[in-house]
């Protein structure tokens, strides 16, 4: 397992495991080294990892726990990444990877700077916008039918501000005050035929039928597969008096 790049490291290896000094920039230097030899099978056969559910705690100082490092890096070990970001984009079969304190801490960061920004425009909403607040939380709850009109905003602001920070049922901070900024941003046009959709399907004026689209109930008109079909069937002015039929069907709820 010759996993070691020609530097400072080997020399300081073979050192402290083998007492044995070599210059590194010694023309003899493979000639010289006796443990850490390219085909010393027999010690590093003995270098192996095993994981688990718990983290495995490596330390640069420990001379073993060094070459672990190093042979990470290198790509040494088949399950292992050398890093979370090559375990995204890589090979499927990584099923662990090298976490450095300079990397983790960079990632909470970046979802910290997320979930701020998704805060940040949730007061904006509730002190300026409290209509739009109330189509982005349709939109985002799966208990859309729970947000009317006369909905406080405080609740509404307590439930948006538990799902940016992964107090609901996802978790997943990332997601959560992404998927929220991506909502937010919408036009109040979508937001409000996306609300629609969501409370008109729950109130069975959109129905699922067996082959596989979603008619407008009183009429009989098949809309799309989906709510992203749907919302550009009902942004078309063709489609006004249906679109005219499913807002006065839910907002007789909103208003109670």
């Avoid at 409290?130 to 905003?153: A, E, G, H, I």
């Avoid at 602001?157 to 900024?181: C, H, P, S």
């Amino acid at each position: 397992m010759n996993l070691l790049l020609r530097s400072s490291v080997y020399p300081q290896l073979e050192a402290e495991l083998a007492a044995n000094f070599v210059d590194p920039d010694d023309k003899d230097f493979w000639n010289k080294i006796k443990l850490l030899r390219p085909d010393n099978d027999e010690f590093w056969s003995r270098i192996t990892i095993r994981m688990g559910n718990e983290p495995v705690w490596l330390n640069p100082t420990d001379p073993h726990d060094l070459i672990k490092l190093k042979a990470i890096e290198a790509g040494g070990f088949s399950l292992i990444a050398k890093t979370l970001d090559v375990a995204r984009k890589s090979n499927p079969s990584y099923k662990f990877y090298l976490d450095k304190f300079e990397e983790t801490a960079s990632i909470k960061t970046e979802v910290k700077k997320l979930r701020n920004k998704a805060l940040a425009e949730l007061e904006k909403l509730a002190n300026k916008n409290v209509n739009k607040l109330m189509y982005v939380c349709k939109v985002v709850d799966p208990n859309s039918p729970q947000y009317k009109k006369t909905t406080p905003t405080d609740v509404m602001y307590d439930n948006m501000d538990k799902y940016i920070n992964g107090e609901t049922v996802d978790t997943d901070k990332r997601k959560t005050a992404q998927r929220f900024l991506d909502i937010a941003n919408l036009d109040m046009e979508t937001l409000k035929i996306r609300s629609i959709i969501k409370d008109a399907t729950y109130y069975k004026l959109l129905i699922l039928r067996g082959d596989g689209f979603i008619y407008h109930g009183e009429s009989n008109t098949m809309v799309g597969k989906n709510p992203s079909e749907i919302t550009e069937y009902l942004k078309n002015p063709l489609h006004e008096d249906i679109l005219t039929s499913l807002t006065k069907g839910v907002e007789k709820y909103w208003n109670n």
